[in-house]
């Protein structure tokens, strides 16, 4: 029902390295959220996109980038990866407002 | 700043029998309340909402929860769990920004 799709569901990578995850939002859709999510504990809000505008973010660095696309489909770029960057990495698409969000399955992250 | 606390990590329980999922929130403003449920290898999804109105919400699967403003408590509840009801459930809170807070997970355990 929720038609944000994520890809890829599960990737591998090394510390040092850079990887880039994508989402397709439900259609119609004009925003998406990124969100971590560490295992056994609850998701942390990393950044927004709103109309291919950064629309807010939260406590990461510089590191952690996105890009909305006119489509609205989005992708979330991680640069010289940590090994504490393992986790759950999901996206959200509304349609404006928080409220109505809907959650893709989300790309299990490891870095080794 | 917002926070949202959830009070149980983990909550064994009958099938049956009924369930309390305890949540509370800091902030210094009005809030919008969230509950939502994960199951495994699965994204979020909404269970129900508080935005305004009656301090009784009803969600989806037979939950619901009651706002308190002056304990600043958002409870899910259940009369009767099924097996089925098994999964991660996560409180969270807006404040009319464009991000969630979530706390730290419920793991509901029934059994058999």
């Known amino acids: 029902e929720t038609g944000v799709t994520q890809s890829p569901t599960h990737l591998i990578k090394t510390r040092g390295q850079q990887v880039t995850l994508r989402c397709s939002s439900q259609?119609?859709?004009?925003?998406v959220s990124w969100y971590q999510q560490a295992l056994g504990q609850g998701p942390q809000f990393i950044f927004q996109?709103?109309?291919?505008?950064?629309?807010g973010r939260g406590n990461f660095p510089p590191r952690f980038s996105g890009l909305q696309f006119p489509n609205y489909s989005s992708e979330l770029n991680v640069n010289a990866l940590e090994l504490d960057d393992s986790a759950l990495y999901l996206c959200?698409?509304?349609?404006?407002?928080?409220?109505?969000?809907?959650f893709g399955s989300g790309t299990q992250l490891s870095v080794l | 700043a917002q926070s949202v606390t959830q009070l149980d990590s983990q909550v064994p329980v009958f099938e049956e029998a009924p369930v309390e999922l305890r949540c509370n929130y800091s902030s210094s403003v009005s809030v919008y309340l969230f509950w939502y449920v994960q199951y495994p290898n699965q994204g979020l999804q909404l269970l129900l909402k508080?935005?305004?109105?009656?301090?009784l919400v009803k969600g989806i699967n037979g939950f619901e929860a009651e706002f308190n403003k002056s304990q600043t408590s958002f409870h899910l509840r259940k009369p009767s769990v099924h097996i089925s009801d098994t999964a991660e459930y996560f409180c969270a809170v807006n404040n009319a920004g464009n991000m969630l807070t979530f706390g730290g997970g419920t793991r509901l355990m029934v059994k058999p």
């Open positions: 508080y935005l305004s109105g009656s301090t």
């Open positions: 259609s119609g859709h004009n925003t």
């Open positions: 959200a698409s509304s349609l404006d407002r928080v409220e109505k969000l809907f």
């Open positions: 996109y709103y109309r291919e505008e950064e629309n």
